[in-house]
């Protein structure tokens, strides 16, 4: 809902990247998807895009605890027509047919050390032998970062935005006032958990769930913005990382484009 009032629409952020990755799978009939995580519907239609513009019709496993969200996606993939199979669990429990490709988006900084391990334990469990997971994640420089003083005049101007958004787009003034006031309240605390994910520990953590790290890329350092983004005192810009990494088995082309060889241009490993 904040996506859609406060973002116009807008798709989570690293577009061209998924675009360009997922556009790659689907080329070689690698459709079977996980999505781990979603606040909203934004992943759901950013991995839709990317393979209806390949040309190609997805079959998306999404993944989350939250049974609105699980609601919201099965709604939406409805209504496009998607393929879907939407599972209400801990991501850390989940066991199903493996798929080919793993999504997620700003989601392993709401588990905390070991609970992050496993997370990632559980992905590489669902993952073909050569799937790829692919993720887009803010990093800090230290481990220590994962908590900031907020800006409360920024967070207040933001929440009187939203609740005008809301009422111009038809809700009831009540209505508006509630949304923007649960934002607000999210905005004012700090889901991230310790420690703050950082380039090093998150290769760490990949390798040893058996995964292929082949590459960390610092996509841009931008203006916070998305509906998860708390507003800090400190500074209104994040790295965000772009992730590419593979599950060991068999080599194969499709590995190759992803392991082993030589970046693309205009990237570079981390």
């Known amino acids: 809902m904040v996506r ?3 973002l116009n629409r807008a798709l989570p952020a690293g577009q061209a990247f998924f675009e360009r990755e997922l556009a790659g799978l689907a080329g070689a009939g690698k459709r079977r998807v996980l999505i781990s995580g979603g606040a909203d519907t934004g992943v759901t239609a950013l991995v839709a895009a990317a393979y209806r513009l390949a040309g190609v019709e997805p079959e998306i496993v999404f993944v989350d605890q939250c049974a609105s969200t699980i609601a919201q996606n099965s709604l939406f993939a409805a209504h496009l027509g998607l393929k879907i199979e939407c599972i209400q669990t801990d991501i850390r429990k989940l066991d199903c047919p493996a798929v080919d490709a793993i999504v997620a988006h700003s989601f392993l900084l709401f588990f905390e050390g070991q609970m992050r391990q496993q997370v990632i334990a559980a992905w590489a469990r669902n993952l073909r032998p050569n799937g790829v997971l692919l993720m887009s994640n803010s990093l800090a420089q230290d481990e220590g970062d994962w908590i900031s003083i907020k800006n409360q005049e920024e967070i207040l101007r933001r929440k009187n935005t939203l609740e005008l958004a809301a009422k111009n ?3 009831e003034s009540s209505a508006a006032i509630e949304i923007a006031e649960t934002a607000a309240r999210f905005w004012q605390s700090s889901p991230s958990r ?3 994910i950082t380039a090093a520990n998150l290769r760490t953590s990949l390798e040893q769930a058996g995964f292929c790290v082949q590459s960390i890329l610092s996509a841009n ?4 913005s998305g509906p998860m983004a708390m507003v800090r005192a400190s500074t209104t810009t994040r790295a965000r990382a772009e992730i590419i990494a593979c599950k ?7 590995l190759a484009a992803h392991c082993g060889a030589a970046p693309r241009p205009g990237l570079t490993n981390a």
């Open 221 to 224: 350092v931008a203006p916070v």
């Open 4 to 6: 859609w009032l406060e």
């Open 248 to 254: 060991a088995g068999e080599r194969s082309a499709l």
């Open 194 to 196: 310790p420690p703050a």
């Open 169 to 171: 787009a038809g809700f």
